[in-house]
């Protein structure tokens, strides 16, 4: 039976949780594959508003198991912290599943990250500070710390001694901190893995039986193609591959599993942190659209960069990831504009480029060329079907998936669960 992923089709935050959420009442394993407590998701159920950091979405299904796959990295103090909030409000995680392999984010690596953006200065990354980037570099140098261990105090030791004997040379040494005790962290993280112990298991296996079984899977990506390490704008990227093909490495999967790709657009663009976003609006329409899409961050609370909806962007996320159906989000916010500008493609030097530039030098240059379509005055927020749309809003969705390279299987039109047009089944 059929695994499906959901993947982040611009800068992240196209609103993931909500399609997340749709999905979720209808499979049997939700899987987060990549990043940690850096990605923020928002779902509202009955007015409630439930931002999660570390698990996924799925959790709030009853029904549902969730998992944290291999390719996470998971800070445990956070990780409890959003479990009790969840329990206090009478969601259980009783079911949830973490790989033993997944790696864990040290009180070093949040060190780190920070003082290495202080010291960075203006070419700063604008990374969410959680520590994410340093533990994703441990795991590739080898000296990451997993989840497995915890169940080892010996080795759990070892391993300390050698990753501080390093970091806390790095801390004192070149940034002038002080350094990390050793019992202290020893003490905190043994507690984590009494705490851990219920729920971890070898998440690759239980997925793969489960599909075996003719059960559903889910795939949820955080953050999104454009910060993918190796696809995304570089450096300005999060430190893991939040595209399809990490999905299958995060999961523990093969690729012969998938059954959907699924793309989350936002109506327009927004980014958080620094890099390149070549349709950024820094005037009042810019204003207007942060105010009128609520744009502000879930996990810094920092103001999102937002700009006009870029189709370069999407048509290259339908090719790095193999979109089969995209869900088309906030196409609410855009209620009220006479026309709406999109970015077809781009001039580069006097050059006319329909899709990305090869290199970040030309992309830093690109100049959006836009072709604009008529807006709508009406509100949608309303609108329980792609009928229901004025006929402008429905023109707009079938441009937006004609310039984009796949079919728009969803529309978002509020925050609300029930504010979703299904055009056709995402599962
Ligand atoms: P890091 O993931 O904390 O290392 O940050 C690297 C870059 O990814 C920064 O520009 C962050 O703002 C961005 N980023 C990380 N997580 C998210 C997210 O969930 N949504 C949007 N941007 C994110």
């Known amino acids: 039976m059929p695994a499906i992923i959901i993947i982040g089709a611009q800068w992240g935050d196209e609103g993931k949780g909500k399609a997340a959420d749709l999905v979720g009442n209808r499979v049997d394993y939700v899987v987060r594959f990549q990043g940690g407590n850096n990605a923020g998701h928002t779902v509202v159920i009955d007015s409630e508003h439930y931002a999660l950091h570390s698990l996924p979405v799925g959790v709030l299904s009853p029904?549902?198991?969730?998992?944290?796959?291999?390719?996470?990295?998971?800070?445990?103090?956070?990780?409890?912290?959003?479990?009790?909030?969840?329990?206090?409000?009478?969601?259980?995680?009783?079911?949830?599943?973490?790989?033993?392999?997944?790696?864990?984010?040290?009180?070093?690596?949040?060190?780190?990250?920070?003082?290495?953006?202080?010291?960075?200065?203006?070419?700063?990354?604008?990374?969410?500070?959680?520590?994410?980037?340093?533990?994703?570099?441990?795991?590739?140098?080898r000296v990451g710390i997993r989840v497995q261990d915890l169940f080892d105090p010996k080795i759990l030791r070892k391993k300390l001694e050698l990753a501080l004997a390093d970091k806390n040379q790095?801390?004192?040494?070149?940034?002038?901190?002080?350094?990390?005790?050793?019992?202290?962290?020893?003490d905190e993280y043994l507690g984590y893995g009494e705490q851990l112990r219920p729920y971890v298991a070898d998440t690759s296996l239980a997925l793969n039986r489960a599909l075996d079984?003719?059960?559903?899977?889910?795939?949820?990506?955080?953050?999104?193609?454009?910060?993918?390490?190796?696809?995304?704008?570089?450096?300005?990227?999060?430190?893991?591959?939040?595209?399809?093909?990490?999905?299958?490495a995060g999961a523990g999967i093969g690729p012969t599993r998938i059954s959907k790709i699924v793309g989350i657009l936002k109506s327009y663009t927004t980014r958080v942190g620094a890099g390149p976003f070549p349709t950024e609006l820094t005037d009042d329409m810019g204003d207007w659209l942060r105010q009128s899409g609520h744009e502000y961050g879930v996990t810094t609370g920092r103001n999102r960069r937002c700009g006009w909806f870029d189709a370069p962007i999407a048509r290259y996320s339908t090719r790095?990831?193999?979109?089969?159906?995209?869900?088309?989000?906030k196409l609410d916010v855009l209620s009220g504009l006479e026309s709406i500008p999109v970015c077809v493609a781009y001039d580069v030097d006097g050059v006319r480029h329909d899709e990305l530039p090869m290199t970040q030098t030309e992309f830093h240059r690109a100049v959006p060329i836009y072709e604009s379509f008529?807006?709508?005055?009406?509100?949608?927020?309303?609108?329980?079907?792609?009928?229901?749309?004025?006929?402008?809003?429905?023109?707009?969705?079938n441009t937006i998936a004609e310039l984009s390279g796949a079919p728009i299987s969803a529309v978002g039109v509020g925050p609300g669960r029930e504010q979703t047009l299904e055009l056709r089944s995402l599962v």
């Not at 995680?93 to 070093?108: G, Q």
């Not at 899977?217 to 093909?245: C, I, K, M, R, W």
């Not at 008529?374 to 969705?397: C, H, M, T």
């Open 170 to 186: 790095t801390l004192t040494k070149i940034y002038n901190r002080r350094g990390l005790e050793l019992e202290q962290i020893l």
């Open 63 to 141: 029904d549902v198991v969730p998992v944290i796959g291999n390719g996470v990295v998971v800070d445990p103090a956070v990780l409890f912290e959003e479990i009790r909030g969840l329990q206090e409000r009478g969601v259980t995680c009783e079911r949830l599943l973490i790989s033993a392999n997944a790696h864990l984010i040290m009180p070093y690596h949040r060190a780190l990250d920070k003082v290495s953006e202080r010291f960075l200065g203006k070419s700063r990354i604008g990374t969410t500070g959680r520590g994410i980037g340093p533990t994703y570099a441990d795991k590739i140098s």
């Open 213 to 248: 079984e003719g059960k559903t899977v889910y795939l949820e990506g955080s953050q999104a193609t454009l910060l993918d390490v190796d696809h995304g704008t570089y450096p300005f990227v999060t430190s893991s591959n939040p595209t399809s093909g990490g999905a299958l």
């Open 320 to 329: 790095v990831n193999g979109i089969t159906d995209f869900f088309l989000t």
């Open 374 to 397: 008529p807006g709508w005055g009406e509100d949608i927020s309303l609108a329980r079907s792609f009928e229901d749309l004025p006929k402008n809003a429905q023109d707009y969705v």
